[in-house]
């Protein structure tokens, strides 16, 4: 037992009843594991369980007696400018939410972030932050959520992010960038499931093409209200954004620039633009062979300086570099060459361009390349979801035994009864799911029974949830509900009473 826990029993008459608050919760305390010395509150903070709330007292200096145990530490609205090694003496390691935001912090030393290894929400939003200095962020290796609008960051050192390994969503808005962080994504020890990236309210002027159609596959990066040049380049993103329906272009499609309301569009492959196909267009070649396919849309003749990006399904490559070695290249006019196609190549494949019109939703900027035989595609394509037919099959053939199970032994225990009449006109002994009927009503009536003709109805309720069949009525009284016409033999109708099994408890 804990030496002071063993004094204050010592002290304290835990089996009468005089019994001092104060000893009582330090007892509490001890039990749970948090020393006398980290249990108490900063005066200047309001303490509630775990989350701990200094936020709006002008403080210039970091508290340094923040309680081990806090989750959620609210440093916000203050005058702090400057985030040293040693701001806490220990380290913070259930604190999961650090906020800093609305300071003026300018200066984030390396190593800042090691006494609170296990932080999953950081707010360093509305500050003086400039440069973003590499390892910053060391030791936030669950990080999942970084704020960090409404700086002035102008610069992004390389490796400033390496250690947010499960980094998810990054708000870099309002902040004074010019160059786009590429490196965020590519640069080794950096995030690996970054899904949601915000540069809006910046100064870039130029963003990589090429890379973004690689990077918006499995992300969002939202890039509105940048003075971003509407070049031929950019005019082929936006408008394969538009026809997949992007929603960081859909939702704030009046932020960007070329627009169809902004004035005279570019002119950048308008000789060679033709009416796009309808359909999805199919091209099958055999391995080992070249493949020639024309971008849709596009006139393969065109002899113009095009700017064209294929997304096959490994990667993108685009018209502007001449790498006859390359294994899939695109030709000058936009066609793009297959040489010695592989299995692999197999997939859809999407052509970028600027067409300088309007998508129709049904129309496709798609096709379809297959390598090989159809046949030997379709089933190699099938090959991995065999296991999973295989389960439902499985499953299926289970479901249905196990449901005849159940109907054998509702054969079985629910035998049918024999109707006899009672004093009050109705019968009894007869079950509320099984009920008997005799070939002839009229012998029902009279008390008379047989052992021949009979014949079972199994009535069971119907599902609150069914999408199909007559739509369910509602209840009119819940104790006592006569159902007529329901069994019906000959030209008599039987009346049958369903109790609630709330009135039989």
Not at 73 to 83: F, G, P
Not at 137 to 143: E, I, M, P, S, V
Not at 366 to 380: I, K, P, Q, R
Request: net charge neutral; aromatic share 8%; charged share 15%.
């Amino acid at each position: 037992m804990h030496p002071i826990v063993s004094q204050l029993l010592g002290k304290a008459n835990v089996g009468g009843s005089h019994c001092e608050p104060a000893t009582a919760t330090l007892l509490l305390l001890l039990c749970f594991g948090f020393p006398p010395s980290v249990a108490t509150c900063p005066f200047y903070c309001l303490c509630a369980s775990d989350i701990i709330s200094c936020s709006g007292h002008n403080l210039s200096r970091l508290p340094s007696d923040v309680p081990s145990y806090a989750t959620r530490l609210d440093l916000s609205h203050n005058a702090l400018t400057v985030l040293p090694v040693a701001w806490i003496p220990q380290p913070l390691n259930w604190l999961a939410t650090l906020v800093l935001s609305r300071n003026s912090i300018n200066r984030i030393e390396m190593n800042a972030f090691t006494v609170t290894p296990h932080l999953l929400h950081l707010d360093l939003s509305s500050n003086q932050i400039t440069v973003l200095n590499s390892s910053i962020f060391t030791g936030l290796k669950d990080l999942k959520e970084l704020l960090l609008f409404g700086n002035q960051i102008v610069q992004i050192n390389p490796g400033a992010f390496s250690d947010l390994h499960n980094l998810q969503r990054l708000y870099l808005s309002g902040n004074r960038l010019t160059i786009f962080p590429l490196g965020l994504y590519f640069e080794p020890g950096g995030p690996r499931n970054l899904t949601f990236l915000d540069l809006s309210h910046n100064r870039l002027s130029e963003v990589p093409i090429q890379s973004l159609l690689s990077l918006t596959r499995q992300s969002g990066i939202y890039l509105q209200e940048n003075p971003l040049v509407c070049d031929c380049a950019f005019l082929a993103l936006l408008e394969y954004w538009i026809w997949k329906q992007y929603h960081p272009l859909v939702d704030f499609k009046g932020k960007y620039p070329c627009r169809h309301d902004s004035g005279p569009g570019l002119i950048c492959s308008q000789q060679g633009v033709l009416d796009m196909p309808s359909e999805v267009q199919t091209y099958q070649v055999e391995p080992g062979k070249w493949l020639i396919v024309p971008c849709p849309g596009l006139a393969s003749s065109a002899k113009e300086r095009l700017v064209v990006f294929w997304v096959t399904p490994r990667t993108v490559v685009t018209s502007s570099t001449n790498d006859l070695s390359a294994h899939i290249v695109v030709l000058p006019n936009g066609t793009l060459e297959v040489r010695g196609a592989l299995i692999e190549d197999s997939g859809t494949y999407g052509c970028v361009a600027a067409r300088g019109r309007h998508y129709d939703p049904y129309e496709s900027v798609e096709v379809n390349v297959v390598v090989g035989n159809l046949s030997t595609v379709s089933a190699s394509g099938l090959a991995h979801r065999s296991s999973t037919l295989h389960f439902n099959t499985a499953f299926t053939t289970l479901v249905s035994c196990v449901v005849s199970i159940i109907l054998v032994l509702l054969y079985l225990y629910l035998t049918p009864c024999r109707c006899q009449k009672n004093q009050g006109g109705g019968s009894k002994g007869c079950g509320r799911r099984a009920f008997s009927l005799c070939s002839d009503p009229r012998e029902v009536e009279l008390g008379q029974r047989r052992s021949n003709g009979k014949r079972v109805a199994f009535l069971e309720p119907q599902a609150e949830n069914s999408k199909f069949g007559s739509p369910k009525t509602s209840p009119v009284n819940l104790g006592h509900i006569t159902t007529e016409g329901i069994l019906k033999n000959g030209s008599r109708t039987v009346g049958l009473t369903f109790i609630d099994p709330a009135q039989m408890a």
